[in-house]
Structure formats: C-alpha cells, structure tokens
C-alpha cells in the first residue's frame, strides 16, 4: 500500500496550492482520509478529514474558509485546495487514511494507519 503525495511548491502569500494523494496497492473508498501538516520543530498538526462518502468533513480552525478538502473515490485520491496561503501554513503536509471510522473524522494523527510521504510547502511573505 502507497500514498503518493504531490502538488507542493514555494509560493508568496495570499497564493494557492493543490496537493493531490493518491493511493495505490488497495481501495480507500470507504475510509476516511486526511491531512496533516508538520512544521519545522512542530509536532505533527490535523489540518483537514473527509469521510468515506465526502458528505463530511472537517477542518482545523487555523484553515477554515481558506482550505478545502475533497476526495475522488474512483481514482482513489484526496486532496487538499489551499488558497490565500499564509507562511504559518509553511509545513510537509502528509495525507493519511483511517480504516477504522469511515463515517467520522478524527483529528489525532494515531488513529491513522497508512501515511503518504509528505510534501513540503513552502509559503513567503
């Protein structure tokens, strides 16, 4: 099983980014999946989860109204559109699956199972 995570870059603040995952080696259509992001220093932080359906999701307050997650079942993918980007949003960002509660949403990182390499985004003022 692989997650493959991809769209990060060096952008200016008030820019958008799209960071993709796709998932291979099984399905995750009926699982919840998420990102997390890790700053320099930091401990790994929840940003955003969507449910096996889409039909929730769940944001970290620090990216509410700015970032959007969504999910494509049939490509097996999340992602994650992150507009007016601000260098607190400086970070790897990691997309995760959680096999255990594909119709809720956790926000702790040890209840995620698998874990795709991260992507680093970099965001200057």
């Known amino acids: 099983v692989q997650l493959q995570a991809s769209g990060g870059g060096l952008v200016r603040v008030g820019d958008s980014l799209r960071l993709a995952c796709a998932a291979s080696g099984r399905t995750f259509s009926r699982d919840t999946m998420g990102w997390f992001r890790q700053a320099l220093g930091k401990e790994r932080e929840f940003v955003a989860a969507?449910?096996?359906?889409?039909?929730?999701?769940y944001y970290a307050d620090s990216v509410k109204g700015r970032f959007t997650i969504s999910r494509d079942n049939a490509k097996n993918s999340v992602y994650l559109q992150m507009n007016s980007l601000k260098p607190e949003d400086t970070a790897v960002y990691y997309c995760a699956v959680d096999l255990l509660r594909s119709g809720l949403v956790s926000t702790r990182p040890r209840d995620y199972e698998y874990w795709g390499q991260g992507t680093l985004v970099t965001v200057s003022s």
């Open positions: 969507i449910t096996w359906s889409g039909g929730s999701t």
